[in-house]
Every structure is written in structure tokens, then in C-alpha cells.
């Protein structure tokens, strides 16, 4: 009896051994004060399985997932299948025994419409079935969209901002904006007949620069031909050539859209020059560029002066330090607020060689001497002696 005991013993520290062993070191230490190995047990499967009343009811929740369980419009067969063994699997572990063909059987129930091959008409699938692809909820429909129209009109007014128009019979060009004129003489007045015998007042007479395929033209009436033929208009030069071609509009005109060159007058000053050279020599001062200028060193330098205003890169790149502020920004107010701790008697832990009175010349020369030692082989490498010994 004596040896039977020992070996339930002995079995019940190998389970205890074991579980301990695949429990989670949180959940251990609320069962560290059982005795044995059953009395684990029984506490891990009251506290997640619960008792018989609470795992009726677990089942119960189970079985209705598993009854309104049906299959997604947007979900895989895969996915499907996945779901249904996982609740399946639920019911088994809460002691509900699933038969593999009560699965099979909700599987197929439970799947969308596109998965049945009844076509609801009798001697044949829906494989075999003719009229499958034409039906649709067992109803046949016959749409036809209607057709909607949408009209588009154009204007072809809509921007003459930038628009010259070209006249072959003119004595003079005209347009409309005398913002695009330079040495404009606004005190000349005159009248020009239009096609439809109507006048019109001339307000000014001036110049006019266009920018042309990236080029800058003067047109002038001087020297400029204008040929209109099969509905095309060329303006030559007799220098450059041809300056410009434009075709004719709807309305039998003749048009050239162009970026107008507006005269700009642009001013520097010496402070201005200063700046510059300042920047292109790396920020080098203005006593520097001036040294430059006075021994010839680079042709074509201005004479610089001072700038009035500093360049800000010099006053944060050239700052070596902080300036020292005349009084502190905090003063100490009570005993022992501020320690000084560099205030101290003499130092007892002896200098390198200070206190032998070695010579300070002879320091730098022995600290500059330095010995290396290689771990170099004589020999290749040889089998059971040291190279040494080799």
C-alpha cells in the first residue's frame, strides 16, 4: 500500500508539473494554494467553462448563431466554409456533437442564390435551362434608356484680350488697349473709316511690341509685307523673314494672339550692388571686397560701400558665442541655494608624474613614443605545435 501510495503521489506531481508547465504565469498564481492536481482541474473548468446551467446557456447562444448563420453576398466560399466549422466547433467544445453532415447540409442551404442550379421549371437544370440568361426573378423585363440630348454653343469672343487683328488695305494697325503701346502720343486725334462706312475715333498713336514664338519683334509699317492667300495671312520682313502667319476665323478675320511686351525701367542702386557681391564672395566683408578693388585682384569690381542694414546670415553664422549678460538673470535668495563646487582645497590624487618632478619637457616626448605589437605568424598555420615552435 505504502508503494502505491508513493506512485499516486508521484503522478500527481508529474500532472501538477504539467500543468504548471502550460498555464500562464497571471493565472498561476491564483492556483498556487491547490493540493493537488485534481483540485486544479476542477478550479480551471469552473472558472471558463462555468457550471452546467451557464454552459447550457453558452450552448444555446451557440445554436441559434449556427441556425440564422447564412452566407455574405461579398464573401468567398473559403471565408464561408471557414465560418461555419468555427461556430461548428464551438457547439463540440460546449458539449453539442455535430454530425459532418448536419454541416455539409446548413452549408448548402445557407449559400446565395448564385450557387443553386434549380431553375424552377421541370426536366432539366439550370445548365440546360434556355431562357436562364434572359430571366431575371422569374420576370421578364425589357428596358430601353432613354436617350437625353445636350446642346453646346460656343462663343468665339469670349477672350480678345490678347488679339491683333490684321487688315491688308489699312493705312495704320489699330488696338484697343493703349496699355500696349510704348512712346504713346495720346494727344493725336484722328478717324478711321470702317468697312460698314461707320467711323471711329483714333485716341493715340504709338508702338507696339509682341512676343511671337519666344522671340521680341518690332513690327513697324516699315519693311513688313502682308500676303493673304488661301485663307492665310504671312507677315514677312525683308531682314528677318517671315515674322508670323495667322489663319482666317470664322467670322473672315484674321487674328494673332500674342503675350504683349509692356516697357519696364529698372533701377540699381550701389547698396544693392554691395549686397550682391557681398553674397556672391561667400559673405566676405565689405573691407575685403574694397581690398579686392583697390590691389586689383578681380577686374571688373564696383567701389562697395557700407550697407546700412547687416546681413543677418553673417550676424548668426559669425557668432562664436553668447554675450555675456552684465547681471544674472537669477540671483540666490537663501543659504546654500547656490554651491560653488570648484571652490576646493588642493588636490590629493597625485598628478602623472607631478609629484616625481619629471621634467614637463620630457611628458610630450614620452607620451608621443608608443610600442605596437602584431600578431603576425611566422609560418603558416601548422597542426598540433604554435607557429613559435614551428
Known sequence: QQRIADESKLKDLKMKNYLFQSIDRSILETILVRDSAQDIWDAMRRKYQGSTKVKRAQLQAVRRE??????????????????????????????????????????????????????????????????????????KMNEEEEMFLMAKTENDC?????????????????????????????????????????????????????????????????????????????????????LFTSHMSTNRMYMVRAIVITPRCLQVTKEE??????????????????TLVKKQMVKGLPDFEDIAKKCSDCLVGKQHRDVIPKQAMRRATMKLELVHSDICGPIHPKSNAGSRNVPKKFRPEAVRWANYVVNRSPTLSVKDITPEEA
Open 273 to 290: 550692388w554691395t549686397q550682391l557681391w557681398h553674397n556672391r564672395y561667400g559673405h566676405l566683408s565689405i573691407k575685403g571686397l574694397n
Open 158 to 242: 469670349d477672350d480678345k484680350k490678347e488679339v491683333w487683328f490684321l487688315d491688308s488695305g489699312c493705312s495704320n494697325h489699330m488696338v484697343g488697349n493703349k496699355n500696349w503701346l510704348y512712346e504713346c502720343d495720346e494727344n493725336y486725334r484722328d478717324s478711321v473709316k470702317l468697312g460698314d462706312d461707320s467711323k471711329m475715333n483714333v485716341m493715340g498713336k504709338g508702338s507696339l511690341k509682341l512676343n511671337i514664338n519666344g522671340r521680341i519683334h518690332t513690327l513697324q509699317q516699315r519693311n513688313v509685307t502682308i500676303i493673304f492667300k488661301n485663307d492665310e495671312c504671312r507677315v514677312f520682313h525683308e531682314e528677318k523673314g517671315i
Open 66 to 139: 449556427f441556425e440564422i448563420l447564412a452566407m455574405g453576398e461579398s464573401e468567398t466560399v473559403d471565408e464561408y466554409f471557414a465560418r461555419t466549422l468555427a461556430i461548428a466547433n464551438r457547439m463540440t467544445s460546449h458539449g453539442e456533437r455535430m454530425e459532418q453532415v448536419t454541416v455539409v447540409e446548413k452549408i448548402l442551404r445557407s449559400m446565395t442564390s448564385k450557387f443553386n442550379y434549380v431553375c424552377h421549371k421541370l426536366g432539366h437544370y439550370q445548365s440546360e435551362c434556355p431562357d436562364w440568361g434572359e430571366s431575371s426573378n422569374y420576370a
